[in-house]
């Protein structure tokens, strides 16, 4: 399995910006989709973002387009998500996710991190 650790979550006021990051071990990172997804006390975990291998292809939670921006660096073996005009329930853990294909990363066919909290308040 491939080793994910998350980073950069925080304390951010509402309308704020947030750059998490995911550091994958091994030297196979680019053949992985990745993905974010977030989980809040008391609820189901939810997808917020997923990209292909290459970073050709993107899909998005409609909670989070036009906010949020996932992308990659192969060379760096790290997964990104920007988080701009950050809104109080964006608040959750946020767990990094690598799997087979796009479609399966979207579908929860993967492996996970640790996962970051980030918390926005109002």
């Known amino acids: 399995q491939v080793q994910l650790v998350e980073s950069g979550g925080g304390l951010v006021q509402a309308g704020g910006s947030l750059r998490l990051s995911c550091a994958a071990s091994g030297r196979t990172f680019r053949f992985y989709a990745m993905g974010w997804f977030r989980q809040a006390p008391g609820k189901a975990r939810e997808f917020v973002a997923g990209?292909?291998?290459?970073?050709?292809?993107?899909k998005y939670a409609d909670s989070v387009k036009g906010r949020f921006t996932i992308s990659r660096d192969n060379a760096k073996n790290t997964l990104y998500l920007q988080m701009n005009s950050l809104k109080p329930e964006d608040t959750a853990v946020y767990y990094c996710?690598?799997?087979?294909?796009?479609?399966?990363?979207?579908?929860?066919?993967?492996?996970w991190g640790q996962g970051t909290q980030v918390t926005v308040s109002s």
């Open positions: 996710a690598a799997g087979d294909s796009i479609q399966r990363v979207v579908a929860g066919n993967s492996d």
């Open positions: 990209i292909s291998q290459s970073g050709g292809s993107t």
